[in-house]
């Protein structure tokens, strides 16, 4: 298979992609206006940060995935994707350490003015009284607003620092939630309740600036706020005024509006109003850039065996079949094709379809989801087959 790596992955994946005898062409400086034109035979592609439009999907005529070599999925278009067949999987859970370390980071630096403190002392000045002024983190509340694996690490990481750790998330309850974790029934109950705030939601419809101008309200004077996950989760300019009028100590990793290319403009938000800032680097540790880059081979690597992604994000969770058709046959060239036109008569759409060998290869079973049940003369027709062993239908 021809395989675009579009951003820049670990040495070690193109190595082994080329061992499995894919052709690999890497152009990790490409623009999400420059993919489309770079598809020309690409049947996988492989992107970190650079979105894929639309019109990417629609002109990769040969593309059937596209792999994000991170967890969250919200730069690629998937209503497309979905629409055109092709899967999209991503690699969740394995930057997870290095987010978090990232996000603890963050809040130290915060709390202790390092970055201010370290230009203070770079440029002649001994500001000891002035960058003295941290309340410390041992004993203080962290609010996790979303509880996935980063947002649990993260909990882990503030406990071993003596934190009161509280949390919420729409999927978060008591008989899920870890030991020693205070659940809070919504995001503003969160803001009022913490020292400390860190985000680690997806980005969506409903959490597009939950950060607003309510819940930077409900936060207490002074308090830490700190964005690893999605720009797009903060209102910047609510956030500019909260800073003014509360004190907040900030610390972003993510932008509302990231930069494309390596001049940084941010017209909605005062940098220098912010504590600490990074430039997106949260996952860009080595650790996590070989497990990245070890997970996109495993995808391939099952995607060219099977032809299915062994995670795939754009899939419907539930079709319109009504009833489920299972075929034992024998393993014989046309038992399925004779099958399948038969349904096709019946003008009944297979949903799904699932084939299987038993050990030998004489023997295999076939499970179909229809849209509607056959005909009893289908059924009969069936039982009559030399070459079907049994069958069944199962009203779902």
């Known amino acids: 298979m021809r395989v675009l790596l579009a951003d820049k992955l670990a040495s070690a994946c193109i190595e082994a992609l080329e061992e499995m005898g894919h052709e690999v062409l890497t152009q990790p400086d490409l623009t999400a206006d420059q993919i489309p034109d770079a598809l020309d035979g690409v049947e996988v592609l492989v992107v970190r940060s650079t979105r894929v439009s639309a019109q990417a999907l629609e002109r990769g005529r040969d593309l059937s995935l596209v792999i994000r070599a991170g967890a969250g999925v919200n730069t690629i278009d998937l209503p497309t994707a979905s629409k055109r067949g092709i899967y999209v999987a991503n690699c969740p859970g394995k930057n997870t350490a290095a987010v978090a370390e990232l996000a603890i980071g963050l809040i130290v ?30 004993g203080r509340t962290l ?31 008591a008989e899920n939630a870890p ?10 109950a ?5 020292d400390a705030v860190t985000l680690h939601l997806a980005f969506a419809e409903g959490t597009k600036h939950i950060v607003n101008r309510e819940f930077l309200a409900a936060m ?73 880059a070890a997970e996109v081979v495993r995808i391939i690597s099952v995607f060219q065996q099977t032809g299915r992604p062994p995670v795939a994000v754009n899939l419907c969770e539930r079709g319109e079949a009504k009833c489920n058709l299972v075929v034992r046959h ?33 023997a295999a079973c076939c499970t179909l ?14 039982g009559q087959d030399a070459s079907i062993l049994y069958s069944a239908i199962r009203e779902l």
């Open 330 to 362: 024998l393993n014989r060239v046309g038992v399925l094709a004779g099958l399948l036109d038969g349904l096709r008569r019946e003008d009944i759409n297979v949903e799904e379809m699932d084939n299987v060998i038993f050990a030998g290869g004489e």
């Open 220 to 292: 207490r004077p002074g308090t830490i706020l700190v964005n690893t996950a999605r720009g797009e989760l903060v209102d910047p300019s609510a956030l500019c005024d909260a800073i003014e009028e509360k004190k907040l100590r900030v610390g972003l990793d993510v932008f509302e509006d990231e930069p494309v290319g390596g001049k940084a403009e941010f017209p909605a938000t005062d940098l220098a109003a912010v504590t600490t800032a990074t430039p997106h680097i949260g996952a860009s540790t080595n650790e996590a850039s070989e497990a990245i």
């Open 143 to 173: 609010g996790v607003l979303g509880f996935g694996s980063i947002g649990r690490a993260v909990a882990e990481r503030a406990s071993g620092l003596g934190m009161r750790v509280i949390a919420w998330s729409r999927s978060l309850t």
């Open 109 to 138: 630096a915060a709390d202790r003015q390092i970055v201010d403190a370290t230009t203070a002392l770079r440029n002649g000045a001994w500001e000891k009284k002035r960058f003295g002024a941290a309340r410390g983190l041992c």
């Open 369 to 382: 989801l229809l849209s509607k049940s056959p005909s009893p003369q289908f059924v009969d027709a069936l």
């Open 190 to 194: 969160l803001a009022k309740a913490s």
């Open 179 to 188: 030991a020693g974790i205070e659940i809070v029934d919504s995001p503003i």
